[in-house]
Antibody, heavy 121, light 111 residues
Framework: QVQLQESGPGLVKPSETLSLTCAVSGYSISSGYYWGWIRQPPGKGLEWIGNIYHSGNTQYNPSLKSRVIISVDTSKNQFSLKVSSVTAADTAVYYC??????????????WGQGTLVSVSS | QSALTQPPSATGSPGQSVTISCTGTSSDVGGYNYVSWYQQHPGKAPKVMIYEVTKRPSGVPDRFSASKSGNTASLTVSGLQAEDEADYYCSSFAGENNLVVFGGGTKLTVL
């Protein structure tokens, strides 16, 4: 059974870069599926950030595209998120997730527990 | 402001049925059969309950069903149980330039 675990700083200063890693166990990223990042500001709804395939192909939310990079490290079986020039609006619980099916990019069947990232000086 | 519109709240009594709507446009909900529904309990990660408009993943009770008509998708929870009380989010494929859009969420209360 696949398990995902987010890690990274819980506090980031405004204008700096938020960096998170999602460690995957129980499944090899190289074997397929799509891997995504979704965030949820406190008390608010979900927002899709972007997806990556094991080949490295990425797709991003157009509202975040200029500030977001998602990368994959198949040797460590993990993928990462970077959001640059953060503001208080980027404060959220960040989830990493795996697509529900190998061929479907838009439904997420396995999720990490989420990690709260606060942006504050 | 979320791309998809959901009612902020819904209420039902144990054993009853409740339906939650999710309204989009022809560029998302109405244009593709890729609507998903997620259940989220407080402090927990979302759990997919429905995908591709009507399909239930393994392990999801058949009390959960869904449909779509035009630009509006709907999730129906039948035989309401206390553990169904949660936030529910719809999502849809919205084209290659904006893969996934979510609704604002509906808080389901079981009286």
């Amino acid at each position: 059974q696949v398990q995902l675990q987010e890690s990274g700083p819980g506090l980031v200063k405004p204008s700096e870069t938020l960096s998170l890693t999602c460690a995957v166990s129980g499944y090899s990223i190289s074997s397929g599926y799509y891997w995504g990042w979704i965030r949820q500001p406190p008390g608010k709804g979900l927002e899709w950030i972007g997806n990556i395939y094991h080949s490295g192909n990425t797709q991003y939310n157009p509202s975040l595209k200029s500030r977001v990079i998602i990368s994959v490290d198949t040797s460590k079986n993990q993928f990462s998120l970077k959001v640059s020039s953060v503001t208080a609006a980027d404060t959220a619980v960040y989830y990493c997730a795996r697509s529900l099916l190998t061929v479907t990019r838009v439904s997420f069947g396995s999720w990490g527990q989420g990690t709260l990232v606060s942006v504050s000086s | 402001q979320s791309a998809l519109t959901q009612p902020p709240s819904a209420t039902g009594s144990p054993g009853q049925s409740v339906t939650i709507s999710c309204t989009g446009t022809s560029s998302d909900v109405g244009g593709y059969n890729y609507v998903s529904w997620y259940q989220q309990h407080p402090g927990k990660a979302p759990k997919v309950m429905i995908y591709e408009v009507t399909k239930r993943p393994s392990g999801v009770p058949d009390r959960f069903s869904a449909s779509k008509s035009g630009n509006t998708a709907s999730l129906t929870v039948s035989g309401l149980q206390a553990e169904d009380e949660a936030d529910y989010y719809c999502s849809s494929f919205a084209g290659e330039n904006n893969l996934v859009v979510f609704g604002g969420g509906t808080k389901l209360t079981v009286l």
